[in-house]
């Protein structure tokens, strides 16, 4: 777990170092057009200004969605409950979710009255601070 974490911070701060390389790129890119306008080459004005506005625009969007995720990974992280239930005497008994379970699973045999148990509801709350 920690090697895909460590991996996935790797890849997230290499795509923002190569966001930022692109947008400086760009900019520098702009700035020859408008130099190359001033000495009349309109051909190479017009090829720097679109590339650039191009480049410019991709990594504004590439850097707005990175700071989309790092807003949704901040968030806290939602606890999932399983209620288990018996139909017959009405026993209900709470625990954490684990991997497999799903609504009307038979669990086994109520503690109190030996019928069959099953999942009644599945849901998340956030944890409480």
């Known amino acids: ?21 692109v947008l400086a790129y760009s900019a520098w890119l702009i700035f020859n057009s408008v130099l190359s306008y001033e000495q009349g080459q309109t051909g190479e004005f017009y090829y720097g200004l679109i590339l650039g506005a191009i480049g410019v625009g991709l990594s504004v969007s590439s850097l707005s969605t990175m700071r989309r995720r790092m807003q949704t990974i901040k968030t806290k992280e939602l606890k999932n409950f399983t209620v288990e239930y018996c139909e017959k005497c009405f026993f209900k008994k709470l625990r954490e979710f684990k991997v497999g379970d799903y609504v009307y699973k038979k669990i086994g045999e109520c503690p109190q009255c030996k019928e069959e148990l099953l999942i009644s509801q599945i849901y998340s709350e956030s944890p409480k601070e």
């Open 1 to 21: 777990m920690a090697t895909v974490q460590k991996k996935s911070g790797l890849y997230f701060y290499l795509a923002l170092i190569f966001s930022i390389g």
